[in-house]
Structure formats: C-alpha cells, structure tokens
C-alpha cells in the first residue's frame, strides 16, 4: 500500500489505517515499511484530531488497536524515513526503535549429556527452540487475528498433551538412563 496522503481528511485516514493493521498482520512477512507507513498516516491524524482524549476515542470508534497504532507511531518517529528501514522486517526495527526488548541470546540450557544419541539431541535442541519460539509469540500476539489465535492455541495444547505423555513415560521408566 502507498504512503498516506498528507492531505487526507480523518474518515480517510481511518480507513487507511483498517486497511494497513488488515495488511500487516495478514502478510506471512511483515515488513517494517507496512507499518512506518501506519505511522505516518496515525501522525497526521492525530494532528487533526486534537487532544489525547480525542484521540483515543477517534481510535476506538475506528476500531484501530491502540498497542498497533503506538507502536506504529514510534517506530515512525524513530526511522523518519522509509529509507531508513532497508527492507527490515517488524520484529528487527521495532528491536532497534526500542520498541520491544533487543532479543537475548542466551545459551541454551543442556539437559542430557553430549555423548547421549541423536535423537535425543535433537530433541534437546528442539526443546530450546520451541522455548524461544513461545517467547518471541508473546510480543506478537497483538498482530495476530483471531483464527490464527485459536489455531495456534489448539496445536500447543496438541504439543503439551504429547509432552506430558512423554514426560510421564520418562519418569515411569525402569531403564538406567546413561548407565
């Protein structure tokens, strides 16, 4: 979608911004350009609304998620230009406008030994990787509709009944473990 019209009144601002926060949380990847744009728009409306009142009220009679439209405001504020995004995607300018957290890079805990066989290595390994994957959700959840919500939600419970079933196993077993 093009840059918002400077010159656009607030009822074209608001769809704009509809169409924007659809786009953005409906594109597999999200650039940060999608959202600068937003920010654009949401800074020009805002001049024209008026006070902070006014303007969260404007927000929700649009139905325009407020975490969405603030952080899409400042990730505006703080790039200034698209140019300055050079094709980055959401997460990565967002950690840079210091948006979210800059993501840690904790080393990863070992749970069995190095010597232990590949498929439980691997398994160690994807331990760590869902671990970082839930964590990395969290900040996204307010970008994701509802559907994609609930879908997500029934293949974790999917996962969590399959590892209690594993966990349970493991704990029942009469085999030594690296013996």
């Known amino acids: 979608m093009q840059s918002p019209d400077v010159s656009a009144s607030l009822d074209e601002f608001a769809q704009y911004a509809v169409k924007m926060v659809e786009q953005i949380r409906q594109t597999p990847i999200r650039m940060a350009v999608d959202v600068f744009r937003l920010g ?19 927000q929700a009679a649009n139905n325009l998620p407020r975490p969405t439209i603030n952080h899409a405001i400042r990730l505006y504020k703080h790039f200034g230009n698209e140019a300055a995004l050079d094709g980055k995607t959401i997460m990565v300018a ?4 210091g948006i979210l957290k800059p993501k840690a890079v904790p080393k990863p805990p070992v749970y069995v030994p190095a010597d232990s066989p590949k498929p439980v290595l691997r398994l160690e390994r994807t331990i760590h990787s869902v671990e970082e994957a839930l964590q990395g959700v969290k900040d996204e959840l307010e970008t994701l509709d509802r559907n994609t919500r609930a879908k997500l939600a029934r293949e974790l419970e999917k996962l969590a009944s399959d590892a209690a079933k594993m966990a349970k196993a493991m704990k029942g077993s009469k085999v030594a473990v690296g013996v």
């Open 40 to 58: 654009q728009a949401m800074v020009l409306a805002k001049g024209k609304v008026g006070g902070r009142g006014k303007w969260v009220a404007w």
């Open 94 to 97: 967002k950690r840079e406008a």
